[in-house]
Protein backbone atom coordinates (compact mmCIF):
# COMPACT_ATOMS: atom_id res chain seq x y z
CA UNK A 1 0.00 0.00 0.00
CA UNK A 2 1.43 3.45 -0.89
CA UNK A 3 1.18 6.55 1.35
CA UNK A 4 -1.13 7.85 -0.72
CA UNK A 5 -3.95 4.93 -0.31
CA UNK A 6 -2.99 4.82 3.42
CA UNK A 7 -3.77 8.13 3.83
CA UNK A 8 -7.03 7.92 2.28
CA UNK A 9 -7.69 4.99 4.43
CA UNK A 10 -6.87 6.97 7.46
CA UNK A 11 -8.92 9.91 5.99
CA UNK A 12 -11.67 7.47 4.96
CA UNK A 13 -12.26 5.78 8.26
CA UNK A 14 -11.93 9.49 9.94
CA UNK A 15 -14.88 10.74 7.67
CA UNK A 16 -16.40 7.85 8.34
CA UNK A 17 -16.31 7.69 12.33
CA UNK A 18 -17.52 11.46 11.89
CA UNK A 19 -19.99 10.23 9.72
CA UNK A 20 -21.21 8.00 11.99
CA UNK A 21 -20.94 10.31 14.82
CA UNK A 22 -22.85 12.87 13.43
CA UNK A 23 -25.52 10.39 12.18
CA UNK A 24 -25.62 9.28 15.96
CA UNK A 25 -25.85 12.43 17.17
CA UNK A 26 -28.47 13.79 14.75
CA UNK A 27 -30.44 10.48 15.49
CA UNK A 28 -30.29 11.67 19.02
CA UNK A 29 -31.35 15.14 18.42
CA UNK A 30 -33.70 14.09 16.54
CA UNK A 31 -34.89 11.79 19.04
CA UNK A 32 -34.64 14.48 21.39
CA UNK A 33 -36.46 17.46 19.64
CA UNK A 34 -39.33 14.99 18.63
CA UNK A 35 -39.67 13.96 22.54
CA UNK A 36 -39.92 17.70 23.08
CA UNK A 37 -42.05 18.52 20.38
CA UNK A 38 -45.08 16.83 22.13
CA UNK A 39 -44.97 19.31 25.17
CA UNK A 40 -44.75 22.18 22.43
CA UNK A 41 -47.03 24.60 22.59
CA UNK A 42 -47.74 25.50 19.03
CA UNK A 43 -48.36 21.58 18.31
CA UNK A 44 -50.09 20.58 21.51
CA UNK A 45 -52.36 23.26 22.97
CA UNK A 46 -51.79 23.68 27.04
CA UNK A 47 -54.28 22.55 28.81
CA UNK A 48 -54.55 25.36 31.00
CA UNK A 49 -54.88 27.87 28.03
CA UNK A 50 -57.00 25.64 26.59
CA UNK A 51 -59.59 25.77 29.97
CA UNK A 52 -59.15 29.61 30.71
CA UNK A 53 -59.90 30.71 27.04
CA UNK A 54 -63.01 28.38 26.85
CA UNK A 55 -61.90 26.02 24.10
CA UNK A 56 -61.61 22.70 26.75
CA UNK A 57 -64.98 20.40 27.01
CA UNK A 58 -67.16 21.71 30.14
CA UNK A 59 -69.87 19.21 31.61
CA UNK A 60 -72.18 20.96 34.06
CA UNK A 61 -72.67 18.63 36.79
CA UNK A 62 -75.37 20.96 38.47
CA UNK A 63 -79.14 20.58 38.10
CA UNK A 64 -81.28 23.56 37.85
CA UNK A 65 -82.74 24.82 41.50
CA UNK A 66 -86.70 25.18 41.40
CA UNK A 67 -89.73 24.21 43.35
CA UNK A 68 -90.09 21.55 41.16
CA UNK A 69 -86.70 19.70 42.08
CA UNK A 70 -86.87 16.64 43.93
CA UNK A 71 -86.61 17.02 48.25
CA UNK A 72 -85.58 14.91 50.39
CA UNK A 73 -89.32 14.13 52.15
CA UNK A 74 -90.12 15.84 55.55
CA UNK A 75 -89.87 19.16 57.27
CA UNK A 76 -86.40 19.83 56.91
CA UNK A 77 -86.07 18.96 53.47
CA UNK A 78 -89.12 21.79 52.46
CA UNK A 79 -88.39 22.56 48.97
CA UNK A 80 -86.61 25.74 47.30
CA UNK A 81 -88.98 28.69 46.90
CA UNK A 82 -88.23 31.47 44.29
CA UNK A 83 -89.88 34.93 44.70
CA UNK A 84 -89.97 37.28 41.41
CA UNK A 85 -89.01 40.64 43.28
CA UNK A 86 -89.38 42.96 39.86
CA UNK A 87 -89.85 41.52 35.92
CA UNK A 88 -88.58 42.27 32.71
CA UNK A 89 -91.63 43.16 30.22
CA UNK A 90 -91.24 39.72 28.51
CA UNK A 91 -91.89 38.57 32.57
CA UNK A 92 -88.60 36.88 33.20
CA UNK A 93 -87.43 37.98 36.60
CA UNK A 94 -85.18 41.19 36.54
CA UNK A 95 -84.76 40.59 40.20
CA UNK A 96 -85.60 37.78 43.00
CA UNK A 97 -85.18 35.99 45.98
CA UNK A 98 -84.90 32.32 47.22
CA UNK A 99 -85.42 30.18 50.12
CA UNK A 100 -83.63 26.64 50.71
CA UNK A 101 -82.41 24.09 52.70
CA UNK A 102 -78.44 24.47 52.59
CA UNK A 103 -78.68 20.39 51.82
CA UNK A 104 -81.28 21.01 48.53
CA UNK A 105 -80.66 19.82 45.20
CA UNK A 106 -76.76 19.59 43.67
CA UNK A 107 -75.36 20.28 47.08
CA UNK A 108 -72.18 19.46 49.60
CA UNK A 109 -72.05 18.39 52.83
CA UNK A 110 -69.29 20.36 54.45
CA UNK A 111 -67.27 17.86 57.33
CA UNK A 112 -69.17 19.62 60.02
CA UNK A 113 -72.43 18.09 58.80
CA UNK A 114 -71.85 14.77 60.39
CA UNK A 115 -68.94 15.39 62.72
CA UNK A 116 -68.61 18.20 64.94
CA UNK A 117 -65.27 20.31 64.76
CA UNK A 118 -64.47 19.55 61.42
CA UNK A 119 -65.09 22.26 58.84
CA UNK A 120 -68.11 24.41 58.37
CA UNK A 121 -68.92 25.13 54.41
CA UNK A 122 -66.75 28.39 54.01
CA UNK A 123 -63.62 26.83 55.63
CA UNK A 124 -63.26 24.46 52.84
CA UNK A 125 -59.78 25.46 51.24
CA UNK A 126 -60.39 26.37 47.36
CA UNK A 127 -57.01 24.10 47.14
CA UNK A 128 -59.39 20.88 48.26
CA UNK A 129 -62.32 21.95 45.72
CA UNK A 130 -60.36 21.15 43.11
CA UNK A 131 -58.90 17.29 41.56
CA UNK A 132 -59.15 14.95 39.46
CA UNK A 133 -62.71 12.42 39.25
CA UNK A 134 -62.72 8.88 40.08
CA UNK A 135 -65.82 7.51 38.40
CA UNK A 136 -67.28 4.34 39.12
CA UNK A 137 -69.68 3.16 37.41
CA UNK A 138 -72.08 0.66 39.43
CA UNK A 139 -75.65 1.54 37.21
CA UNK A 140 -76.16 -2.11 36.11
CA UNK A 141 -75.56 -2.94 39.94
CA UNK A 142 -77.81 -0.57 40.76
CA UNK A 143 -80.77 -1.03 38.06
CA UNK A 144 -81.11 -4.80 39.57
CA UNK A 145 -80.93 -3.67 43.14
CA UNK A 146 -82.18 -0.24 44.03
CA UNK A 147 -80.44 -0.94 47.63
CA UNK A 148 -76.95 -1.52 46.61
CA UNK A 149 -74.10 -0.34 48.36
CA UNK A 150 -70.77 0.40 46.97
CA UNK A 151 -67.72 -2.19 47.80
CA UNK A 152 -63.82 -1.85 48.48
CA UNK A 153 -64.25 -4.68 45.56
CA UNK A 154 -65.82 -2.15 43.62
CA UNK A 155 -62.95 0.41 43.79
CA UNK A 156 -60.11 -1.64 43.14
CA UNK A 157 -61.79 -3.43 40.27
CA UNK A 158 -62.06 -0.19 38.82
CA UNK A 159 -58.27 0.17 39.84
CA UNK A 160 -57.66 -3.19 37.73
CA UNK A 161 -58.67 -1.04 34.21
CA UNK A 162 -57.52 2.39 35.37
CA UNK A 163 -55.02 1.71 37.52
CA UNK A 164 -54.66 3.30 41.05
CA UNK A 165 -56.84 6.42 41.44
CA UNK A 166 -54.77 9.45 41.67
CA UNK A 167 -53.49 11.24 45.36
CA UNK A 168 -56.87 13.65 45.92
CA UNK A 169 -59.12 11.99 44.05
CA UNK A 170 -63.31 13.18 44.05
CA UNK A 171 -64.56 9.37 44.00
CA UNK A 172 -68.33 9.81 42.38
CA UNK A 173 -70.42 6.39 42.25
CA UNK A 174 -72.40 6.98 39.35
CA UNK A 175 -75.84 5.00 40.56
CA UNK A 176 -77.94 6.08 37.28
CA UNK A 177 -80.28 7.94 39.59
CA UNK A 178 -79.53 11.16 37.80
CA UNK A 179 -81.70 9.90 35.10
CA UNK A 180 -85.05 10.09 37.12
CA UNK A 181 -84.43 13.51 38.53
CA UNK A 182 -87.37 14.39 36.72
CA UNK A 183 -89.54 11.62 38.05
CA UNK A 184 -89.28 12.98 41.87
CA UNK A 185 -91.67 9.55 42.51
CA UNK A 186 -88.75 7.20 40.67
CA UNK A 187 -85.96 9.55 42.53
CA UNK A 188 -86.93 8.64 46.08
CA UNK A 189 -88.13 5.55 45.30
CA UNK A 190 -90.30 5.22 48.20
CA UNK A 191 -92.01 1.55 49.47
CA UNK A 192 -95.75 1.17 51.78
CA UNK A 193 -93.76 2.24 54.69
CA UNK A 194 -92.23 5.29 53.16
CA UNK A 195 -88.78 3.98 53.11
CA UNK A 196 -86.71 5.69 50.03
CA UNK A 197 -84.57 2.92 48.39
CA UNK A 198 -81.47 4.51 46.43
CA UNK A 199 -78.46 3.13 46.42
CA UNK A 200 -75.17 4.24 48.35
CA UNK A 201 -71.82 3.97 49.78
CA UNK A 202 -71.33 1.08 52.07
CA UNK A 203 -69.35 1.61 55.54
CA UNK A 204 -66.75 -0.66 54.47
CA UNK A 205 -65.50 1.49 51.38
CA UNK A 206 -66.28 4.75 53.21
CA UNK A 207 -63.67 3.21 55.73
CA UNK A 208 -61.50 1.76 52.91
CA UNK A 209 -61.08 5.21 50.86
CA UNK A 210 -60.46 7.23 53.69
CA UNK A 211 -58.19 5.07 55.37
CA UNK A 212 -56.43 3.20 52.26
CA UNK A 213 -56.61 5.77 49.18
CA UNK A 214 -56.14 9.85 49.14
CA UNK A 215 -59.38 11.53 48.26
CA UNK A 216 -60.47 14.87 48.90
CA UNK A 217 -64.46 13.80 48.74
CA UNK A 218 -67.01 11.79 47.26
CA UNK A 219 -70.06 12.08 45.59
CA UNK A 220 -73.22 10.36 44.12
CA UNK A 221 -76.17 11.42 41.99
CA UNK A 222 -78.64 11.11 44.45
CA UNK A 223 -79.98 11.87 47.17
CA UNK A 224 -77.25 11.24 49.96
CA UNK A 225 -73.81 9.04 49.82
CA UNK A 226 -75.99 6.39 52.66
CA UNK A 227 -78.50 4.47 51.14
CA UNK A 228 -82.16 5.19 51.11
CA UNK A 229 -82.50 2.22 53.01
CA UNK A 230 -79.42 2.46 55.19
CA UNK A 231 -79.67 2.15 59.50
CA UNK A 232 -78.56 5.58 60.20
CA UNK A 233 -75.69 7.34 58.06
CA UNK A 234 -72.42 5.30 58.40
CA UNK A 235 -71.27 6.44 55.34
CA UNK A 236 -71.80 10.03 56.29
CA UNK A 237 -70.36 9.45 59.82
CA UNK A 238 -67.09 7.82 58.36
CA UNK A 239 -66.28 10.60 55.90
CA UNK A 240 -67.51 13.65 57.21
CA UNK A 241 -65.55 12.40 60.45
CA UNK A 242 -62.55 11.70 58.07
CA UNK A 243 -63.22 15.73 57.45
CA UNK A 244 -64.04 15.10 54.06
CA UNK A 245 -66.78 16.25 51.61
CA UNK A 246 -70.14 14.96 50.21
CA UNK A 247 -71.33 15.84 46.95
CA UNK A 248 -75.29 14.85 46.32
CA UNK A 249 -77.63 14.89 43.50
CA UNK A 250 -74.99 15.22 41.13
CA UNK A 251 -75.96 15.51 37.63
CA UNK A 252 -74.74 14.41 34.65
CA UNK A 253 -71.57 11.52 35.98
CA UNK A 254 -72.89 9.19 32.99
CA UNK A 255 -71.30 12.12 30.48
CA UNK A 256 -67.95 11.61 32.48
CA UNK A 257 -65.22 8.80 31.68
CA UNK A 258 -63.83 6.22 34.25
CA UNK A 259 -60.88 8.55 34.73
CA UNK A 260 -59.60 12.04 32.79
CA UNK A 261 -61.84 14.75 33.96
CA UNK A 262 -61.26 16.98 36.69
CA UNK A 263 -63.54 18.49 38.70
CA UNK A 264 -64.56 22.29 40.22
CA UNK A 265 -66.44 22.17 43.00
CA UNK A 266 -67.47 25.89 43.99
CA UNK A 267 -69.94 25.96 46.85
CA UNK A 268 -72.31 28.75 48.08
CA UNK A 269 -69.81 30.29 51.49
CA UNK A 270 -72.25 31.16 54.00
CA UNK A 271 -70.57 31.63 56.60
CA UNK A 272 -70.67 28.87 59.75
CA UNK A 273 -72.44 26.79 56.98
CA UNK A 274 -73.41 23.17 57.06
CA UNK A 275 -72.96 22.93 53.02
CA UNK A 276 -74.79 24.22 50.85
CA UNK A 277 -75.91 24.34 46.92
CA UNK A 278 -72.80 24.15 45.18
CA UNK A 279 -72.08 24.49 41.43
CA UNK A 280 -69.50 21.88 39.64
CA UNK A 281 -67.82 21.69 36.71
CA UNK A 282 -66.17 18.96 35.28
CA UNK A 283 -63.40 19.64 32.57
CA UNK A 284 -62.34 16.60 29.91
CA UNK A 285 -58.91 17.40 28.25
CA UNK A 286 -58.41 16.15 24.70
CA UNK B 1 7.85 18.31 5.10
CA UNK B 2 7.76 14.92 5.41
CA UNK B 3 5.04 12.49 4.67
CA UNK B 4 4.52 12.17 8.45
CA UNK B 5 4.36 15.37 9.35
CA UNK B 6 2.15 16.68 6.23
CA UNK B 7 0.00 13.35 7.17
CA UNK B 8 -0.45 14.62 10.80
CA UNK B 9 -1.52 18.08 9.23
CA UNK B 10 -4.03 16.42 7.26
CA UNK B 11 -5.33 14.63 10.33
CA UNK B 12 -5.06 17.54 12.50
CA UNK B 13 -7.35 19.35 10.27
CA UNK B 14 -9.38 16.91 9.69
CA UNK B 15 -9.95 16.39 13.52
CA UNK B 16 -10.22 20.17 14.46
CA UNK B 17 -12.62 20.09 11.59
CA UNK B 18 -14.82 17.53 13.09
CA UNK B 19 -13.92 19.20 16.40
CA UNK B 20 -15.64 22.76 15.31
CA UNK B 21 -18.91 20.41 13.49
CA UNK B 22 -19.21 18.46 17.05
CA UNK B 23 -18.94 21.77 18.77
CA UNK B 24 -21.36 23.11 16.73
CA UNK B 25 -23.60 20.71 16.87
CA UNK B 26 -23.59 20.20 20.66
CA UNK B 27 -24.11 23.92 20.98
CA UNK B 28 -26.89 23.72 18.72
CA UNK B 29 -28.07 20.58 20.42
CA UNK B 30 -27.65 22.17 23.82
CA UNK B 31 -29.54 25.79 22.49
CA UNK B 32 -32.26 23.37 21.68
CA UNK B 33 -32.68 21.09 24.25
CA UNK B 34 -32.57 24.23 26.72
CA UNK B 35 -35.42 25.95 24.55
CA UNK B 36 -37.59 22.49 24.95
CA UNK B 37 -37.07 21.81 28.90
CA UNK B 38 -38.79 24.92 29.11
CA UNK B 39 -41.74 22.55 28.66
CA UNK B 40 -40.56 19.95 30.09
CA UNK B 41 -42.77 18.49 32.81
CA UNK B 42 -40.54 17.29 35.11
CA UNK B 43 -38.67 20.65 35.04
CA UNK B 44 -41.67 23.05 34.42
CA UNK B 45 -44.96 21.46 36.46
CA UNK B 46 -47.45 21.56 34.02
CA UNK B 47 -50.30 24.30 34.78
CA UNK B 48 -52.86 22.50 34.82
CA UNK B 49 -51.64 19.52 36.70
CA UNK B 50 -50.90 21.81 39.02
CA UNK B 51 -54.19 23.69 39.75
CA UNK B 52 -55.81 20.34 39.68
CA UNK B 53 -53.80 18.77 42.48
CA UNK B 54 -54.03 21.83 44.40
CA UNK B 55 -50.46 23.17 44.17
CA UNK B 56 -51.49 26.35 42.30
CA UNK B 57 -51.81 29.41 44.27
CA UNK B 58 -55.86 30.33 44.94
CA UNK B 59 -57.67 33.52 45.87
CA UNK B 60 -61.15 32.83 46.90
CA UNK B 61 -62.69 36.21 45.73
CA UNK B 62 -65.90 35.88 47.62
CA UNK B 63 -67.32 37.44 50.71
CA UNK B 64 -68.82 34.82 53.38
CA UNK B 65 -72.63 35.18 53.43
CA UNK B 66 -74.02 35.98 56.82
CA UNK B 67 -76.82 38.04 58.42
CA UNK B 68 -74.08 40.85 58.88
CA UNK B 69 -72.95 41.23 55.35
CA UNK B 70 -73.58 44.74 53.65
CA UNK B 71 -76.55 44.99 51.86
CA UNK B 72 -78.59 47.69 49.35
CA UNK B 73 -80.74 50.27 51.48
CA UNK B 74 -84.38 49.38 51.05
CA UNK B 75 -86.46 46.46 51.07
CA UNK B 76 -85.27 44.64 47.83
CA UNK B 77 -82.05 44.33 49.62
CA UNK B 78 -83.14 42.66 52.81
CA UNK B 79 -80.55 40.97 54.37
CA UNK B 80 -79.53 37.46 54.22
CA UNK B 81 -81.11 34.83 56.95
CA UNK B 82 -79.81 31.97 58.47
CA UNK B 83 -81.86 29.33 60.31
CA UNK B 84 -80.53 26.48 62.36
CA UNK B 85 -82.27 23.47 61.76
CA UNK B 86 -80.14 20.96 63.59
CA UNK B 87 -76.88 21.72 65.74
CA UNK B 88 -74.22 19.61 67.04
CA UNK B 89 -73.11 19.08 70.42
CA UNK B 90 -70.40 22.07 70.09
CA UNK B 91 -73.82 24.35 68.75
CA UNK B 92 -72.45 24.54 65.40
CA UNK B 93 -75.29 23.93 62.75
CA UNK B 94 -75.53 20.60 61.51
CA UNK B 95 -78.27 21.84 59.43
CA UNK B 96 -79.59 25.00 58.26
CA UNK B 97 -81.48 26.50 55.87
CA UNK B 98 -81.39 30.11 54.49
CA UNK B 99 -83.12 32.77 52.44
CA UNK B 100 -81.51 35.70 50.58
CA UNK B 101 -82.15 38.22 47.54
CA UNK B 102 -80.19 37.17 44.45
CA UNK B 103 -78.36 40.25 44.56
CA UNK B 104 -76.49 40.05 47.63
CA UNK B 105 -72.99 39.70 48.46
CA UNK B 106 -70.72 38.51 45.84
CA UNK B 107 -73.13 37.31 43.51
CA UNK B 108 -73.61 37.83 39.59
CA UNK B 109 -76.01 39.96 37.31
CA UNK B 110 -76.99 37.67 34.25
CA UNK B 111 -77.34 39.31 31.33
CA UNK B 112 -81.38 39.06 31.95
CA UNK B 113 -81.14 41.51 34.98
CA UNK B 114 -80.59 44.89 33.06
CA UNK B 115 -81.69 43.37 29.59
CA UNK B 116 -84.97 41.38 28.31
CA UNK B 117 -84.14 38.20 25.99
CA UNK B 118 -81.20 37.47 27.51
CA UNK B 119 -79.45 34.78 29.58
CA UNK B 120 -80.62 33.61 32.81
CA UNK B 121 -78.02 32.69 35.49
CA UNK B 122 -78.51 28.76 34.65
CA UNK B 123 -78.56 30.05 30.91
CA UNK B 124 -74.67 31.10 31.14
CA UNK B 125 -72.66 28.46 29.48
CA UNK B 126 -69.58 27.50 31.90
CA UNK B 127 -66.99 28.09 29.57
CA UNK B 128 -68.47 31.89 29.52
CA UNK B 129 -67.40 31.53 32.67
CA UNK B 130 -63.95 31.15 33.06
CA UNK B 131 -61.07 33.64 31.58
CA UNK B 132 -58.30 35.35 32.32
CA UNK B 133 -59.01 38.24 34.89
CA UNK B 134 -57.80 41.91 33.85
CA UNK B 135 -57.38 43.79 36.77
CA UNK B 136 -57.65 47.99 36.51
CA UNK B 137 -56.96 49.11 40.02
CA UNK B 138 -58.32 53.08 40.57
CA UNK B 139 -58.16 52.56 44.36
CA UNK B 140 -56.07 55.96 44.76
CA UNK B 141 -58.52 57.78 42.35
CA UNK B 142 -61.62 56.13 44.35
CA UNK B 143 -59.92 57.34 47.59
CA UNK B 144 -59.74 60.58 46.26
CA UNK B 145 -63.24 60.70 44.82
CA UNK B 146 -65.87 58.01 45.73
CA UNK B 147 -68.17 59.01 42.75
CA UNK B 148 -65.24 58.42 40.65
CA UNK B 149 -65.77 56.51 37.05
CA UNK B 150 -63.96 54.42 35.43
CA UNK B 151 -62.93 55.63 31.68
CA UNK B 152 -61.36 54.07 28.54
CA UNK B 153 -58.28 56.18 29.08
CA UNK B 154 -57.43 54.01 32.43
CA UNK B 155 -58.13 50.91 30.52
CA UNK B 156 -55.36 52.03 27.29
CA UNK B 157 -53.34 53.34 30.59
CA UNK B 158 -53.43 49.88 31.95
CA UNK B 159 -52.84 48.43 28.23
CA UNK B 160 -49.66 50.27 27.88
CA UNK B 161 -48.42 48.73 30.70
CA UNK B 162 -49.59 45.43 30.18
CA UNK B 163 -50.44 44.93 26.61
CA UNK B 164 -53.56 44.48 25.04
CA UNK B 165 -55.83 42.84 27.22
CA UNK B 166 -56.29 39.07 26.34
CA UNK B 167 -59.88 37.83 24.37
CA UNK B 168 -62.14 36.66 26.67
CA UNK B 169 -60.96 38.81 29.41
CA UNK B 170 -63.23 39.27 32.89
CA UNK B 171 -62.26 42.84 33.58
CA UNK B 172 -62.46 43.75 37.40
CA UNK B 173 -62.44 47.73 38.43
CA UNK B 174 -60.62 47.67 41.85
CA UNK B 175 -61.64 50.64 43.88
CA UNK B 176 -60.11 49.89 47.27
CA UNK B 177 -64.34 49.41 48.47
CA UNK B 178 -63.44 45.89 49.56
CA UNK B 179 -61.25 46.83 52.37
CA UNK B 180 -64.96 48.73 54.18
CA UNK B 181 -67.01 45.28 53.85
CA UNK B 182 -66.80 45.02 58.01
CA UNK B 183 -67.53 48.76 58.11
CA UNK B 184 -71.10 48.86 56.43
CA UNK B 185 -71.18 52.47 57.12
CA UNK B 186 -68.48 53.41 55.01
CA UNK B 187 -68.98 50.42 52.30
CA UNK B 188 -72.20 52.16 51.44
CA UNK B 189 -71.22 55.34 52.22
CA UNK B 190 -74.86 57.17 52.15
CA UNK B 191 -74.44 61.34 52.05
CA UNK B 192 -77.39 62.95 54.44
CA UNK B 193 -80.18 62.63 51.28
CA UNK B 194 -78.79 58.88 51.57
CA UNK B 195 -77.58 58.28 48.10
CA UNK B 196 -74.67 56.42 48.23
CA UNK B 197 -71.18 57.50 46.71
CA UNK B 198 -69.02 54.34 45.65
CA UNK B 199 -67.35 54.27 42.25
CA UNK B 200 -68.21 52.57 39.54
CA UNK B 201 -68.02 51.81 35.41
CA UNK B 202 -69.03 55.17 33.00
CA UNK B 203 -71.60 54.47 30.49
CA UNK B 204 -68.26 55.28 27.89
CA UNK B 205 -65.80 52.86 29.14
CA UNK B 206 -69.01 50.38 29.16
CA UNK B 207 -69.41 51.00 25.37
CA UNK B 208 -65.59 50.66 24.60
CA UNK B 209 -65.25 47.06 26.57
CA UNK B 210 -68.27 45.93 25.02
CA UNK B 211 -67.86 47.28 21.46
CA UNK B 212 -63.97 47.41 21.39
CA UNK B 213 -62.62 44.60 23.44
CA UNK B 214 -63.48 41.06 23.72
CA UNK B 215 -64.64 40.87 26.96
CA UNK B 216 -66.97 37.90 28.85
CA UNK B 217 -68.07 40.11 31.70
CA UNK B 218 -67.05 42.79 34.39
CA UNK B 219 -66.71 43.32 37.91
CA UNK B 220 -66.29 45.36 40.64
CA UNK B 221 -65.32 45.26 44.55
CA UNK B 222 -68.49 47.12 45.41
CA UNK B 223 -72.07 47.18 45.70
CA UNK B 224 -72.54 47.67 41.48
CA UNK B 225 -70.87 48.03 38.06
CA UNK B 226 -73.16 51.64 38.40
CA UNK B 227 -71.77 53.95 40.90
CA UNK B 228 -73.90 54.87 43.92
CA UNK B 229 -74.24 58.22 42.87
CA UNK B 230 -75.24 57.36 38.78
CA UNK B 231 -78.62 58.46 37.39
CA UNK B 232 -80.32 55.01 36.77
CA UNK B 233 -77.87 52.36 35.87
CA UNK B 234 -75.95 53.08 32.77
CA UNK B 235 -73.31 50.31 32.69
CA UNK B 236 -75.97 47.71 33.70
CA UNK B 237 -78.06 48.45 30.76
CA UNK B 238 -74.79 48.76 28.24
CA UNK B 239 -73.19 45.55 29.41
CA UNK B 240 -76.06 43.30 30.25
CA UNK B 241 -77.69 44.60 26.91
CA UNK B 242 -74.40 43.23 25.23
CA UNK B 243 -75.05 39.89 26.68
CA UNK B 244 -72.38 40.17 29.26
CA UNK B 245 -72.66 39.42 33.16
CA UNK B 246 -71.29 41.57 36.45
CA UNK B 247 -69.92 40.59 39.64
CA UNK B 248 -70.50 42.72 42.27
CA UNK B 249 -69.33 43.25 45.80
CA UNK B 250 -65.78 41.10 44.43
CA UNK B 251 -63.51 40.50 47.51
CA UNK B 252 -59.77 40.20 47.83
CA UNK B 253 -59.50 41.88 44.21
CA UNK B 254 -56.04 43.50 45.40
CA UNK B 255 -54.16 40.04 46.03
CA UNK B 256 -54.40 39.80 42.39
CA UNK B 257 -51.82 40.87 39.74
CA UNK B 258 -52.56 43.37 36.84
CA UNK B 259 -52.59 40.42 34.64
CA UNK B 260 -51.88 37.28 35.12
CA UNK B 261 -54.64 36.00 37.17
CA UNK B 262 -57.25 33.27 35.74
CA UNK B 263 -60.61 33.34 37.09
CA UNK B 264 -63.45 30.29 37.70
CA UNK B 265 -66.76 31.78 38.51
CA UNK B 266 -69.32 29.30 39.51
CA UNK B 267 -72.94 31.14 40.04
CA UNK B 268 -75.46 29.15 42.10
CA UNK B 269 -77.75 27.34 39.41
CA UNK B 270 -81.13 29.26 39.79
CA UNK B 271 -83.39 28.04 36.95
CA UNK B 272 -84.61 31.27 35.23
CA UNK B 273 -82.92 33.73 38.03
CA UNK B 274 -81.86 36.97 37.20
CA UNK B 275 -78.71 36.61 39.19
CA UNK B 276 -77.04 34.86 42.25
CA UNK B 277 -74.63 34.47 44.45
CA UNK B 278 -71.48 32.64 43.04
CA UNK B 279 -67.97 31.77 44.29
CA UNK B 280 -65.11 33.09 42.80
CA UNK B 281 -61.56 31.54 42.66
CA UNK B 282 -58.46 33.49 40.79
CA UNK B 283 -55.87 31.10 40.21
CA UNK B 284 -52.21 32.09 40.06
CA UNK B 285 -49.42 30.28 38.55
CA UNK B 286 -45.84 30.83 39.24
Redesign the interface.
Known sequence: MG?RSW?CG??GR??LS?KN??KA?ST??VV??FG??T???EQAP???DQ??????K???L?????ADSPYWPGD?G?PFK?DT??K???G????????????FS?HIDAP???A??QL?V?QI????????AVVIDVSAKCAANPDYLLTSADVTDWENVNGRMP??AIVLMYTGWSKKWDDYPAYKNEDAQKKMHFPGFSAEVANFLTRERDI?GIGIDNFSVDAGAADGFPAHDITNGAGKFHLENVANVHELPALGA?L?V?????????G??V?I?AVI?D
Do not use: W
Not at 62 to 66: F, G, I, K, R, V
Not at 125 to 132: C, R, T
Not at 266 to 274: N, T, V, Y
Open positions: VLIQTFVNMFTLLLCSGNKDRFLFSGKMMIDTHSLSANYVAQPSAPSMGKYSTPEHTIHFDHSDLPEQLVGPEGKFISPIKIKGGSGQRFP
